[in-house]
């Protein structure tokens, strides 16, 4: 089933995409984090739009050089009522022996994963989107239709978080999907070439 709204419900989500939810639910949760060693945070990331955001927050050693990790998605849901409720569930593991110096770089982070699943839920209810994709590997996922705009989107916040050039940030996220093993060497020119043609098209502040 897929959500229909409007045009003008479409552009107002769009504008709280790239202000209010990356910006200021970021540093909501942070403050939530810093207020104690707290497991979970629930919140209404899109007021009136039935949009919800859930953080996981466990306290676990981690790798050196590695003061925390984010994972998750978006995904649908349904109330008591049995209505559709679309929610952002992430974890988020912090390293507690490192806490206090990894803030900045926690906002950082929260700020391009917040962004990139709040772009999935654009494309869900976008009246005008095509849905679904199989993806075969990692080039044919980091070049689809779908995730290259919530990685170029989600990297921007990033890039505007940490004051570096879009470029920079681009080419980290892909050093680090080659050193995963999600793509090849081979492949990374290629993808950076998609997601550079992407963003000089739709955001043309950015530094490349």
Known sequence: MKI?????????????????????????????IKSGEKNYFTDRCIEGHDVEIDVEIEYIELPEGMNHSISGGADIGYDEEDEMILDIILKLSIDPNDTPNSYSDIVATLKETLRHEVEHILQYINPNKEQS???????????????????????????????????MVLKDALT??????????????????????????????GQY
Do not use: M
Request: proline share 4%; glycine share 8%.
């Open 176 to 205: 680090e999907k080659v050193g995963d093993g999600v793509i090849t060497e081979e492949d990374y020119d290629g993808v950076l070439d998609v997601w550079l043609r992407y963003a000089k098209r739709n955001l043309p502040k």
């Open 133 to 167: 994709e199989e993806y075969v590997g990692g080039f044919e996922y980091l070049t689809s239709r779908h995730e290259v705009p919530a990685f170029v989107h989600g990297l921007y916040q990033k890039a505007k978080s940490i004051k570096k050039p879009l470029i």
């Open 4 to 32: 229909i709204i409007n045009e003008t419900q479409y552009r107002e989500l769009l504008n709280e995409a790239d202000g209010f939810i990356p910006t200021d639910l970021s540093r909501k949760i942070v403050n939530y």
